[in-house]
């Protein structure tokens, strides 16, 4: 079992930034495949950044490229989200996932159903 537990979300001016974090317990982090998603109200959870279990690979979605950074510190169990240049569309839930035995796996998982473990999620308002 592998618990995820989101924080940094809030409420932020569009323009703004903030930094998600996502701390992961139960088993060995530098083997778990890492991902971020959100879920909009009235819109199915949609996949935001993913990095592989080393943090050498990391993928983005087009909506978010250039403005999301997704990094891991896995001494600190720890995979974080900085986002910049926020905007009302970037409103949404955050979610952080992880998958099992990707150790050695040289891609990001984009597929929700890939992961196995999901956090409770971390709230992102942006107001205009």
């Known amino acids: 079992q592998v618990q995820l537990v989101e924080s940094g979300g809030g409420l932020v001016q569009a323009g703004g930034s903030l930094k998600l974090s996502c701390a992961a317990s139960?088993?060995?982090?530098?083997?778990?495949?890492m991902g971020w998603f959100r879920q909009a109200p009235g819109k199915e959870r949609d996949f935001v950044a993913g990095i592989n279990w080393s943090g050498a690979i990391t993928g983005y979605a087009d909506s978010v490229k250039g403005r999301f950074t997704i990094s891991r510190d896995n001494a600190q169990n720890t995979v974080y989200l900085q986002m910049n240049s926020l905007d009302s569309e970037d409103t949404a839930v955050y979610y952080c996932a992880a998958k099992e035995t990707a150790f050695g796996l040289w891609s990001v998982v984009k597929e929700e159903y890939k992961y196995d473990y999901w956090g409770q999620g971390t709230q992102v308002t942006v107001s205009s």
């Open positions: 139960g088993r060995t982090f530098s083997s778990l495949a």
